[in-house]
T-cell receptor, first 114, second 115 residues
Framework: NAGVTQTPKFQVLKTGQSMTLQCAQDMNHEYMSWYRQDPGMGLRLIHYSVGAGITDQGEVPNGYNVSRSTTEDFPLRLLSAAPSQTSVYFC?????????????FGQGTRLTVV | AQTVTQSQPEMSVQEAETVTLSCTYDTSESDYYLFWYKQPPSRQMILVIRQEAYKQQNATENRFSVNFQKAAKSFSLKISDSQLGDAAMYFCAYRSYNQGGKLIFGQGTELSVKP
């Protein structure tokens, strides 16, 4: 019963490098999302997906790219890392809306861009 | 656009005592959900309690209860008989009824529990 699995847990990047944060869920959830957490700002939505092949931007999408080719996977790509992207990143999944179902979160990725 | 505000960056409570964390939100919608999430030092996001806006009755989960005031757009969390394990960051979150996957979070309240 894995739930939502995020990899890696920690990452250090140099400015300008690219990388992909992986997210997988085994609950057959339709909705998946990426958030970033910064001190004093809570969690802010980066991108989300309502199903395979469908993605949309959240509150802070600049510098990030996503795709959803399968129901299970929702990777987040940093195209050219910047120090401002130093943050903790969370992936979450949930069932379709119209219910009070909770969102299930991965364990987070602490990313440092130097 | 909806917003969520937690005006208490830090709170402290004595073990076995009761503490209330505040949350206000702004929305023009009538159907929505509200959540409180707990984030211990492990970083894991744990759902504490949820409230459906159409329900007048306040949600309760063991030692955790909410005071949901829809007209005032207020959603506070009360923790009774506080335990050392309650020490964590607490986030209030809002979700529109038909927008799964889009949670709007408050800034968080860091709760410490004194033995």
């Amino acid at each position: 019963n894995a739930g939502v699995t995020q990899t890696p847990k920690f990452q250090v990047l140099k400015t300008g490098q690219s990388m992909t944060l992986q997210c997988a869920q085994d609950m057959n959830h339709e909705y998946m999302s990426w958030y970033r957490q910064d001190p004093g700002m809570g969690l802010r939505l980066i991108h989300y997906s309502v199903g395979a092949g469908i993605t949309d931007q959240g509150e802070v999408p600049n510098g990030y790219n996503v795709s959803r080719s399968t129901t299970e996977d929702f990777p987040l790509r940093l195209l050219s890392a910047a120090p401002s992207q130093t943050s903790v990143y969370f992936c979450a999944s949930s069932y379709s809306p119209g219910t009070s179902t909770e969102a299930f979160f991965g364990q987070g990725t602490r990313l440092t861009v130097v | 656009a909806q917003t969520v505000t937690q005006s208490q960056p830090e709170m402290s409570v004595q073990e076995a005592e009761t503490v209330t964390l505040s949350c206000t939100y702004d929305t023009s919608e009538s159907d929505y959900y509200l959540f409180w999430y707990k984030q211990p030092p492990s970083r894991q996001m744990i759902l504490v309690i949820r409230q459906e806006a159409y329900k007048q009755q306040n949600a309760t989960e063991n030692r955790f209860s909410v005071n949901f005031q829809k007209a005032a757009k207020s959603f506070s969390l009360k923790i009774s008989d506080s335990q050392l394990g309650d020490a964590a960051m607490y986030f209030c979150a809002y979700r529109s009824y038909n927008q799964g996957g889009k949670l709007i979070f408050g800034q968080g309240t860091e709760l410490s529990v004194k033995p």
